[in-house]
């Protein structure tokens, strides 16, 4: 899994694509549809995809001049953006998603080599500049599905799969509140560990499936499950 940004963002502008292709499709009812987010409508996705760009080119801007600037300017006007945005026209939340898309492209294409190694403030605290490539396409790829229009977590590369498992469960892995696990994936050998394996059940599948199952996009049906055959619950994933 690569930890050079500037190797992931083909993957992002794919990604982009074909949100982009799928957001095309829908008409003002279809953005009123609720998505698989609790209370939020498609609208809120896509006025949420919009925000996260801008957001991420404050970040962006923020490591190649040395400024503080916050990706958002508080957490309640984050909130009243996407609400404010959700129930626009199509013609506008395509337009939005567009030129925000392409912002944040122009700011990722400005950053200097150095500029990477910069530490930016995130809303959940300071993460290299590296990451921030990484961060918007798991934004686009996540939310796509959250989006219930046919993208599937089945339609994720297998190595966008492998590094969102590998996060996953290693951000699990710190929390008091996650279950026990041992995870083999793709048929073979290879296992990750969360919590005591000596109480732990054995999730086996692909790495897409079970990254899908951890982040709550998928029931975890294709999953097998040893020794009883019960998945179990583990918490919300953000």
Do not use: K
Request: charged residues 25%.
């Amino acid at each position: 899994m690569t930890t050079d940004p500037l190797l992931l963002t083909g993957d992002v502008d794919d990604a982009t694509t074909r949100l982009i292709r799928t957001a095309a499709r829908f008409d003002a009812a279809d953005l009123a549809q609720p998505s698989l987010l609790p209370g939020w409508t498609r609208g809120h996705v896509l006025a949420h995809l919009s925000r996260n760009a801008d957001a991420l080119v404050n970040a962006l801007t923020s490591a190649r001049t040395g400024e503080l600037i916050p990706m958002y300017a508080s957490a309640e006007s984050r909130t009243a953006d996407i609400s404010a945005g959700a129930p626009r026209p199509p013609d506008e939340q395509l337009d939005d998603l567009r030129r925000s898309a392409d912002r944040y492209a122009e700011a990722v294409a400005a950053m200097p080599a150095p500029a990477w190694a910069a530490t930016v403030q995130t809303r959940r605290g300071p993460v290299p500049a590296s990451l921030l490539v990484w961060r918007r396409l798991r934004e686009v790829e996540i939310h796509h599905v959250d989006l219930a229009a046919d993208y599937r977590p089945r339609d994720w590369s297998p190595t966008f799969g492998h590094r969102l498992l590998h996060e996953v469960a290693t951000d699990l892995a710190a929390r008091d509140d996650a279950p026990a696990l041992v995870l083999r994936f793709d048929g073979t050998s290879h296992e990750l560990v969360i919590g005591d394996r000596a109480q732990a059940p054995v999730v086996s599948g692909p790495a897409v499936e079970i990254a899908a199952w951890l982040t709550g996009r998928s029931p975890g049906a294709t999953l097998t499950v040893t020794p009883d055959g019960q998945l179990p619950h583990p918490p919300e994933w953000i």
